[in-house]
């Protein structure tokens, strides 16, 4: 069951940068992001003989790394908000640390808003999922997505324009 | 700002990582094997999407756990007292209550509404309680108490559940801190509303009535909340403090250096670019809420609350009897120094350390290196299991060594699991 299935490491390789970059959307720092991402892979290949034959492969890891994701955010919560707030605090000279997202100005930006918009950008912009899918991956009416999306924006808006650093990169 | 640019920013933000190189193959592997063999055929059943949300419970139950023969299925002895674990499958509508030393069943959960599922927990000091948070689907937060109860014999304890009357957190709010005051009446949640501002806010747990709620405004919620043997609740939140060397450090305060140096005081360093003469400090300021006074609404957490002076140093989880403080470090990364509470981080570099403070003087009284930099491997927790209510009788683990710290001595033990990372991710780090 985990032999090195070819075609495994082949949607592995294919869909990690991707995977992470949602995860990371959505936790705010690299590391947890990176464990996250790694056990999703981990439970895919686990079960590998049944998801391969799935259309899409890709959705069940987004799936379950999300899931994954929002119980790394609640523990990290505390931790975080007290990051996001030094995040202000950097002189704008600063190179931002590689693995220290959360010090960007999208990366807090995004934590400090809520869940549920947070979840809905990072699979909009980060996961590059319409609408629709967005909609059927969360269970949600497509409108209720839309909404989300929309206050997401607004929120984000802003709280970006608070660093003006970030405003028109 | 439209569409276009957005995307442009998060495509630059999402950049080195798109274009990151996956780690090798094996590292996946490994954890695959890993996760097999911890969980058997149930972890590559068709209900494998889950992750084991684990808080160590345990010991009294009236007498009932009597320190187990069946203690430490491997070479080493086993812990005293240790006995039940609530275990929450947070992918799924189900957690267990287990012997932590056997894992056998002793009662299968499901939340108290259908298509809801568990979320955060929180163990009483007496650990015969576990009060849970549950999320229906429609994204409102609930409550529900897991109450064991002895047997009259002294038989195996039996397992009640039952909703937390009328407490109801509105729909997309995250509740990211539980706990349970010593009497087992009430408990007291931060949480983050929609918008995203944070409270606090303190319930009867009996009756679910609202007894105080509170702004957390600009406040920084930043430790644990922790009960006090009187009932008081214990908060902790940081302030911005001047950035000239200043080495006063007020009654009822802990300064927070952001230098990236390794030191026996914590440290929230998280910025490694940054000057260390220049970063910013942060201070700790203990602060007490008694939740007895009669709560005005439209008060405020500063206005309600007052200086802890008993506590001299409040970095971690503080023990049931307030005479300790915990927590954990990898003592060469200085970003990862502080924690929340009791576990250490993945992001490697230098042994995993538990350091103990006096709450009396402030001072580190035991520091317990607890694993090496192999140890903490991201897929084992690293850090503290379980603690006794005094603080001096700890259980750890990080990797695949557990061991159990009395009074700073080591001793290994073995438990029926090695505790993934993923088993403490949606519960307090330890539960008392």
Known sequence: MLGSSDDFREFYEASYGRTLAMVAGLVGGRAE???????????????????????????????????????TGRRHRRRLATVVRLAGQRPPTDAEPADDLRFSPLGAALAELPLRERQVLVLHYLADLPVDVIARELSLPPGTVKTRLGAGRRHLEERLSQHPEAVGQ | MNNTKLRRQFDEWAAPLRSAPPPPFETIRRRARLRLGRFGAAAASAAAVIALAAVLAVTSLGGTASPSAAWGAGPYPAPPGMQYVYVSFSLGPTAQIRNAATGAVLATLRPTAQTTTFGVAAASATDRLFLVAENPANGTVTFAAIRLLAAANGGTPSVRMAPVPHVVLPAGTQVTDLVVNQAENRFALESQAPGGKLSLSVYNLLNGSLIGRWPAGSLQLTQPLAFLPNGNLAVVWAVNAPTSSQSHVQEGTTQVNRSPSVSASPSVSNSPAGSPSAAPRLELVNRIVNPAIPFLPGSSLVADSQPDTALHRRIGTLSADGSMSISAAQASNPATQVTSGGSVGIQGGGKATITEYSSATGEAVYVVPIGAASDITGAHYCGVLWASADGRDLLTQCGTKQEEVVDGKVTAVRLAWIFPTSAVQSVSPFAW
């Open chain 1, 33 to 71: 992001a990176e464990d996250v991402t790694q056990e999703a892979f981990a439970r895919a290949l686990a079960r590998w003989s049944l998801l391969r034959g799935y259309e899409r492969p890709d959705a069940w890891v987004r799936k379950v790394a999300l899931r994954l994701a929002i119980d």
